[in-house]
């Protein structure tokens, strides 16, 4: 019976791992930036630090006297600044508004310098981007008060060295948070879905009769689809038993009023005076035997789908099961003077099988041989076990199978060519193969060698 596919519209794991790889990948980038600009003012910081002091450092070398300013630049201050990088130094001292040393084309900021406190600015200079500190003090010259600016400039070429340093480590640090966030984001994904994963694995290890409700432990989040599942279950357990209900009425309704009408037509027929009555009589009992026995066979067939998905599997000895069922068929093999043969093995042949199946099988068997061998023949019923099977032959010397393949014959209302003046319905053999297949075994029919047919139908011990 083939089964519709749910279609999948799309992973959950995917799309959980793609959203967990976009919140890393945002997370990464806005680190790489954090550290960024947090080191680049930190660069910022050290080196107006260090110029700021180197600044203040010349300031405060300066003398006045009453011949003018004593200007003398110490070497430490030049040191500081090549302890950051080989950077070009410039430096400009105005006197009031004139220059006295340095380079006198060195732009001074936009404000007025007041203080000992260095202000920065960043200017462009001799074709490079200079961070300009200024501070400013006043000294005595021949007793008045005479404002000393100083101006000491750094290029920025180390800064921007060490900022670039910085955002390649940056860079890798945010690369590496990406990758570990990554590989979290996967086994986070598989966490997730594992009870959900758990849940299927265990409803798919279920066998078709196992309608038990589902009671497992899961997340919150899985409690609605739980209830959804046992609702359903639910339903379907109680659609089965109205089925089984409703096959076991209707074998009732149907044979018991086409039994009443065989038995009025054979009234009718002992008692009709003329042969054309009893002709017509003759057909309708004829008619109504292949009615009932298609209705028959119909519910058997609907019986028998039923529980191959619903079995009740139990230890089962089939050989005494197989003895009982050949001397209930003895009688009506004793009316068309046909000899039912049973071979058994002496132990016990203990099976794992539906006792309704199997005998719905075996029951088709030989009402199929009985019916279809010739009076004063016999049928061969055997049980043997081999190679971890057991094996029933159900042998007749019939009509055999007639034209065409034997395949064929366990079609559903398929007959073989030779039979059609016999009562049946096409459906035994239908039933024996369906049997076979939901119980794990296999079903073989065949011409018999000098006439007859031959079926076989064996299980795994």
Known sequence: MSTRRASATGSIRRRLVVQLLVVAALLSGLLYLSVRTVAATAVDTTQDGILGAATV????????????????????????????????????????????????????????????????????????ELRVGAVARSVLVDGAQVSVTVLLAQTRTAQQTISRQMANRAALLGLGFFVVAAILSMFTARSVLRPLSSLAQALGRRGPQDLRPVDRAVPSELIPLIGALNGLISRLRAALDRTETFITEAAHHVRTPLATVRAQAEIALRQAGDDDTRTSLRNLIRAVDNSARSAGQLLDHATVVYRSDQRADAPLDIAAVLADMVEGYRPTATLRDIDLHLALPDQPVQLAVDRLLFESAVRNLIDNAVKYSSPDAAVDVSLTVAAARAHLVVADRGRGIGQGAASTLTRRFTRGSNVSDVVGSGLGLTIVRDVARASGGQFDISPREGGGTCASLSFPL
């Open 57 to 128: 450092f010349i300031a405060e070398e300066l003398r006045g006297g009453e011949q003018g300013v004593s200007i003398e630049i110490p070497y430490a201050a030049f040191s500081m600044l090549g302890a950051v990088g080989q950077d070009r130094v410039f430096y400009r001292i105005l006197v009031g508004a004139d220059t006295v040393t340095g380079y006198g084309d060195l732009p001074l900021p936009d404000w007025v310098v007041t203080g000992l406190e260095p202000r920065f600015y960043t200017v462009p200079y001799q074709g490079a």
